[in-house]
Nanobody, 131 residues
């Protein structure tokens, strides 16, 4: 019943911008923290950003701070990631993932799709940044 559908990816030039969306359904969206996680070809999953269920707290990977903004519209059951000043190293498949509760717990431990921290994942949207 839980469904997460990402959109908004595509091609961008270095320094450009993209806005990703994640449409959620099948659960009470505002009760769950959400994160964006990305995976470059041949690489593991990399947590990028997270937001509490009520939007009160936001967190970012150091390399995207000041460039990316996570937000959510609980009335629309939608999560967003505004990406500015894109770099080629941002190229990856971007997933939205549902946290286990209202908060997002950020750790340095390796992340996998079956990790405890996130119980549902979307199919991903591809972001490609050219130099």
């Amino acid at each position: 019943q839980v469904q997460l559908v990402e959109s908004g990816g595509g091609l961008a030039q270095s320094g450009g911008s993209l806005r990703l969306s994640c449409a959620a359904s099948g659960f009470t969206f505002s009760r769950y923290g959400m994160s964006w996680v990305r995976q470059a070809p041949g690489k593991g999953l990399e947590w990028v950003s997270g937001i509490y269920g009520d939007g009160s707290e936001r967190y970012y990977k150091d390399s995207v701070k000041g460039r990316f903004t996570i937000s959510r519209d609980n009335a629309k059951n939608t999560l967003y990631l505004q990406m500015n000043s894109l770099k080629p190293e941002d190229s990856a498949l971007y997933y939205c993932a549902r946290a286990r509760g209202r908060i997002v717990v950020v750790t340095d431990a390796p992340l996998y799709k079956d990790s405890y921290e996130y119980d549902y994942w979307g199919q991903g949207t591809q972001v490609t940044v050219s130099s």
